[in-house]
């Protein structure tokens, strides 16, 4: 079964728009963290933003937030006010912290966000 | 304040020979990973690293791949008898411990002709 799935391969979203990229996540781990990331055309991988599994706020950093909705197993990223800078790939990753699985991220397919003028 | 540095940033090598990627943490880092990522996919991890000792490789094919971090200077993933399948982008990423955020390098861009 797949841990992070992502089921938008691509969206188009007109410019200062809002955007939510969907991610849910399997796990039975108590302790985990869930990230994203974003894949500009050039190649690198830029941190986003980071939710703790016991962090009771949604975290927001600027423009991004993350709907955490842990029930549900969801952490979905909302990008208010779009640019066109913001097209990029963007992957949602999950740590699990018990230290019975593998130590590094386990990222999603990522979905592929195209900002229009 | 450098971010984590990754050299090359595009290798071409040949079917057979060896590739050596380099990775340099962030200032005050000393845990590593490294990840790949092929065409038109999510990054696979491959294996984390801290000073001198190897903590999980279970993401590491098990044949002619090897990675190292010693004491002084970079880590190194080392791929020995490249295939074509091997040409990916491998990411390395730092952080300050196991559960803080890890911060990514530029990659590296492997091509075997």
């Known amino acids: 079964a797949q841990k992070i799935t992502q089921t938008q391969p691509g969206m188009f979203v007109q410019e200062k728009e809002a955007v939510t990229l969907d991610c849910t996540y399997d796990?039975?781990?108590?302790?985990?963290?869930l990230f994203w990331y974003k894949q500009p055309s050039s190649g690198e991988m830029i941190f986003l933003i980071y939710?703790?599994?016991?962090?009771?706020q949604n975290a927001t950093e600027g423009r991004y937030s993350l709907n955490f909705q842990k029930a549900r197993k969801s952490a979905n990223l909302v990008i208010s006010a779009s640019q066109l800078g913001d097209s990029a790939m963007y992957f949602c990753?999950?740590?699990?912290?018990?230290?019975?699985?593998?130590?590094?991220?386990?990222f999603g397919k990522g979905t592929h966000l195209i900002i229009q003028p | 304040n450098a971010g984590v540095m990754q050299n090359p940033r595009h290798l071409v090598r040949r079917r057979g020979q060896e590739a050596r990627l380099r990775c340099s943490p962030m200032k005050g880092h000393s845990h590593v990973y490294w990840y790949r990522q092929l065409p038109e996919e999510g990054l696979k991890f491959m294996v984390y690293?801290?000073?001198?000792?190897?903590?999980?490789e279970s993401g590491m094919p098990k044949e002619r791949f090897s990675a190292e971090f010693p004491k002084e200077g970079p880590s190194i993933l080392r791929i020995q008898q490249v295939v074509r399948g091997d040409s990916a982008a491998y990411f390395c990423?730092?952080?300050?411990?196991?559960?803080?955020?890890?911060?990514f390098g530029p990659g590296t861009r492997l091509t075997v002709t």
């Open positions: 990423a730092s952080s300050l411990g196991r559960l803080n955020e890890q911060y």
């Open positions: 796990t039975s781990d108590q302790s985990y963290g």
């Open positions: 690293l801290q000073k001198e000792n190897i903590i999980d």
């Open positions: 990753a999950m740590r699990e912290d018990s230290g019975g699985g593998a130590d590094g991220l386990t």
């Open positions: 939710q703790g599994s016991y962090d009771e």
